[in-house]
C-alpha cells in the first residue's frame, strides 16, 4: 500500500499534474463564454461609431484608407463627445465595420486580451522578478483568467457587446502590457539581463502600450497615470544609487503615458458630455471611493474566490520555496498600495457622475482586485517563505505534507461545490457565467435569440437603401449573458422606434417595433 502511495505522489501529485489540471479547468469554464459567441451581433454604439470606416470598407475594401476613417473619427468625436482617443480608435474599427457576421469575433478578442495581458503580467512578476518557476506562472495565469471572466460583474457589456468591452476590459488589457514591459525592463537593468536590443524593444513596447491604455476609459487612464508616476520615482531613484543612463530612458514612456493621459482628459468633448452631469469635489470623491470599493470588494471576494486562493496555495509556497534576489519587503505597504489603485479605479465615476460608475466600469475595478489578490497571495507566500524557517515545514514535497495539502485541497474544493449547489438557478448564472452560458446554450435561448436577430436583419437588407419605415418584431428571448438592454434591442421610446443609427446603417428612414 505504501509503495503505491508513493507511485500515486510521484506520477501524479506534482507541480506538472497540478499545471496541467488548472490548464483543462480554464478550457472547461471559459469553452461556453466562446461558444455562445456564434450568437452575438453588432448593436448600438457599435453602428453608430464605425458607420464611416464601414462605407468607406463597402467603397475600397482599402485597410489604409480604414485607417484614415478611423482617425478621422477619433479626431471628430474628441472635439465632441469624449477625450479617449484610443477607445474611440478602436470603436471606429469594430468587427461590424467589415460585416455583421464578424461578430461572434468579439468574446474571442476580449478574453484573447485578458489572456495574454494577465499572463505577460504574471510571468514578468511571478517569474522575472519572484524567482518562480513556470509551473505557477501557468497555474496563477489561468485561476487568473477564470477568476476574470467567470465573475465578470456585468459579462454582457464586458465580452460581447463590443463597444462597452473595448472601451473597458480591452484597454484594461493595455494597462497590464504597459506595466508588464516597463517591470520587464527595469528588471533587465537592473540585473544586466539580456542583450540592449531586448531592453530598447521592452521600452518601446511599453511605450506604446501606456499610449494606449493613457488613451482608453477615465478608470484606466487614471490607473495608468498612478502607476507611471510611481514607476518614474523608481527609476530616478534607481539611477541616483547605480548610476545608470538606462533608468533615465524610462521618461521617454513616462512623457508620452503622461501626454496622452492629460490630452484624454482635458479634451473639448469632456466639457460637452460633462454638461449632462453634477461635477463633485475631490474629497467627496476620495471618501466615496474608499467607502464604496471596500463594500464591493466584500461582495466580490466570495466563497469561490477563496476556494481559487486556497487551491494556489500550495504551488504557491513551493514556487517560492527557492533562492532569488527577490526580497519580498514591507508586504502590507504592498497590500495597502494595491488596495489603494484599486480604490481610484471608482473615482471617475464618482467625480464625474455624482454616484458610483456604471456597471461596465466595474468590469475592470473588479478584474484588477482578483488579479491583484493572486499576485498579493504570491509576495504573501514568499515573504513567508523567506522570514519564517518554520512555513517550510507546511511546504509540499516527495514524501511530506502531501496527504495534508491533499486533504486541504479536497476540503475546499468540497466547499465551494456544495456552496454552489446550494444555490438557486438565478443565483447560479450570476455568480458563474460560465453556467449562465451553458444553461443558455442548453435549454436553447441561445438559438432562439438568433433566430428572432435573423428574422430583423431579413427585414433590413430585403429594405435596405429603401429610405423606408420599417416593422420588426420585438424580441420575445433575452437570453443572459448574452443580452445587453441597449436601444438596438428594445425601443428608444413610447412609440416602438428603434436606435436611428441602425436605420441610417442599413439605409432606412426609421425602424419600429410593432405594438
Known amino acids: 500500500m505504501k509503495k503505491r502511495l508513493e507511485k500515486l505522489e510521484r506520477e501524479f501529485l506534482t507541480r506538472k499534474a497540478f499545471c496541467c489540471l488548472t490548464v483543462l479547468w480554464a478550457i472547461l469554464f471559459i469553452a461556453p463564454l466562446l461558444y455562445i459567441g456564434r450568437y452575438n451581433h453588432g ?8 458607420f464611416h470606416v ?3 470598407w463597402l467603397n475600397t475594401h482599402n485597410l489604409l484608407e480604414v485607417f484614415k476613417t478611423a482617425c478621422s473619427t477619433v479626431a471628430e468625436h474628441y472635439e465632441s463627445w469624449q477625450g479617449t482617443y484610443s477607445s474611440i480608435f478602436f470603436f471606429a474599427i469594430s468587427p461590424v465595420a467589415f460585416g455583421e457576421q464578424y461578430a461572434h469575433a468579439v468574446p474571442w478578442l476580449m478574453i484573447g486580451m485578458i489572456l495574454f495581458s494577465t499572463a505577460a503580467l504574471v510571468v514578468v512578476i511571478l517569474k522575472r522578478l519572484f524567482g518562480m518557476d513556470g509551473y505557477a506562472c501557468v497555474s496563477v495565469t489561468m485561476a487568473g483568467v477564470v477568476a476574470q471572466c467567470v465573475f465578470m460583474y456585468t459579462p454582457a457589456s464586458g465580452l460581447y457587446y463590443y463597444n462597452a468591452a473595448v472601451h473597458y476590459v480591452f484597454m484594461q488589457g493595455f494597462f497590464n502590457l504597459a506595466v508588464s514591459f516597463a517591470l520587464l525592463y527595469f528588471e533587465r537593468l537592473y540585473r544586466g539581463r539580456g542583450r540592449k536590443a531586448g531592453r530598447i524593444g521592452s521600452l518601446v513596447l511599453c511605450t506604446g502600450a501606456v499610449f494606449m491604455a493613457a488613451g482608453g476609459n477615465f478608470s484606466t487612464a487614471l490607473l495608468t497615470a498612478e502607476v507611471l508616476f510611481m514607476l518614474e520615482a523608481a527609476a530616478i531613484l534607481f539611477w541616483r544609487r547605480r548610476k545608470r543612463k538606462g533608468y533615465l530612458w524610462f521618461t521617454v514612456p513616462f512623457i508620452v503615458g503622461i501626454a496622452g493621459f492629460l490630452a484624454n482628459i482635458f479634451a473639448p468633448g469632456n466639457a460637452v458630455r460633462q454638461a449632462n452631469y453634477v461635477q463633485k469635489g475631490v474629497w467627496w470623491t476620495i471618501g466615496e471611493c474608499f467607502t464604496y470599493s471596500f463594500s464591493q470588494m466584500l461582495s466580490w471576494v466570495n466563497i469561490y474566490v477563496i476556494v ?43 467625480y464625474a457622475l455624482g454616484y458610483w460608475p456604471l456597471s461596465r466600469n466595474q468590469n475592470i475595478c473588479k478584474m484588477f482586485l482578483l488579479i491583484g ?90 429594405n435596405m437603401w429603401s429610405h423606408d419605415t420599417v416593422y420588426v418584431e420585438p424580441y420575445n428571448m433575452r437570453p443572459y449573458p448574452l443580452w445587453v438592454t441597449e436601444t438596438t434591442e428594445i425601443p428608444e421610446n413610447d412609440e416602438g422606434r428603434i436606435d436611428g443609427h441602425v436605420a441610417l446603417w442599413y439605409g432606412l428612414e426609421a425602424i419600429y417595433e410593432r405594438q
Not at 502590507?332 to 494595491?338: D, K, S, W
Not at 446550494?422 to 446554450?441: I, Q, S
Open 373 to 462: 489578490l493572486l499576485l498579493c497571495e504570491a509576495y504573501w507566500c514568499g515573504w513567508a517563505m523567506h522570514r519564517f524557517r518554520g512555513v517550510k515545514r507546511f511546504v509540499p514535497a516527495h514524501g511530506r505534507n502531501v496527504l495534508l495539502w491533499t486533504g486541504i485541497l479536497l476540503t475546499a474544493f468540497l466547499v465551494g461545490f456544495v456552496c454552489f449547489l446550494r444555490l438557486d438557478e438565478v443565483a447560479k448564472k450570476a455568480n458563474f457565467v460560465n453556467y449562465g452560458a451553458f444553461r443558455m446554450t442548453v435549454e436553447g435561448e441561445g438559438i432562439q435569440y438568433w433566430h428572432e436577430y435573423l428574422r430583423r436583419l431579413s427585414v433590413y437588407r430585403e
Open 308 to 350: 481559487i486562493l486556497i487551491l494556489l496555495l500550495p504551488i504557491l509556497l513551493k514556487a517560492a520555496d527557492r533562492e532569488t534576489v527577490f526580497s519580498y519587503r514591507y508586504p502590507l505597504a504592498v497590500t495597502a498600495l494595491m488596495y489603494c489603485l484599486y480604490a481610484s479605479m471608482f473615482a471617475p465615476g464618482f
Open 43 to 50: 448593436l448600438g454604439d457599435d453602428m453608430r461609431f464605425p
Open 54 to 56: 464601414h462605407c468607406t
